[in-house]
């Protein structure tokens, strides 16, 4: 059973580009969360969907970055243009948020470590 | 200001001895906490949970303990082992958050033989 995937792994790139990270959750989940680590923070939420609808993204730091999510297999992170100060590494998770509330686990993909030069 | 805080970035064990990580938080709306458990180059993984309305919540060598009143709470793994090694984070969430976890910035577990 495929767990969330994430792409690239790995991406570095020059101050100014365009970053795309992007997410595919487990099959049947319908809440999709993306999440930054840093040394300073630790791990930050910055943006849920719920059927693919954004419900927080009081988590994204500026304007530079934003995220979608079209359909409920796929999610995309942007950041443009990117910083130094960007660099971090980049978590995925998703869940399955049923009618009532219950704590659902959040499975996390490998994240994408991010570097900005 | 964080929510949620876990004020040791480090710990190291003896292999066989108990680890005692520790967490504490400051949301009173806080009901439901979890920890996670990270190797370098993986996501965090779900470790155990645990409700408001319990003070205890076992699972093997796994156990945390919630003290609602010191907002406090505690893993304990025993005994440890060198596969133990990871970073640790606690989470905490309120039922009217929806779905958001808060996360603790971590700790490193360090499990010698």
């Known amino acids: 059973d495929a767990g969330v995937i994430q792409s690239p792994r790995h991406e570095v790139t020059e101050m100014g580009q365009e970053v795309t990270l992007r997410c595919k959750p487990i099959?049947?989940?319908?809440?999709l969360f993306w999440y930054r680590q840093t040394m300073m923070r630790g791990l930050e939420l910055l943006i849920y969907?719920?059927?693919?609808?954004?419900?927080?993204d009081s988590g994204m730091p500026e304007d530079r970055f934003s995220a979608k999510m079209p359909n409920a297999s796929f999610s995309t992170l942007k950041i443009q243009p990117s910083e130094p100060r960007d660099s971090a590494v980049y978590f995925c998770a998703s869940t399955f948020s049923g009618q009532t509330v219950s704590k659902n686990i959040q499975y996390f993909g490998a994240g994408t470590r991010l570097s900005v030069l | 200001d964080q929510q949620v805080k876990q004020n040791s970035p480090s710990l190291s064990v003896q292999e066989g001895r108990i680890s005692i990580l520790n967490c504490d938080y400051t949301n009173s709306m806080f009901d439901y906490f979890l920890w996670y458990k990270k190797y370098p180059a993986e996501g965090p993984t779900f470790l155990i949970s645990i409700s408001s309305i319990k003070d205890k919540n076992e699972d093997g060598r796994f156990t945390v303990f919630l003290n609602k009143s010191a907002k406090h709470l505690s893993l304990h793994i025993v005994p440890s082992q060198p596969g133990d090694s990871a970073v640790y984070f606690c989470a905490a969430s309120a039922s009217n958050y929806g779905q958001n976890f808060v996360f603790g910035p971590g700790t490193r577990l360090s499990v010698l033989p």
């Open positions: 969907f719920n059927n693919n609808v954004p419900i927080d």
């Open positions: 099959s049947g989940h319908n809440s």
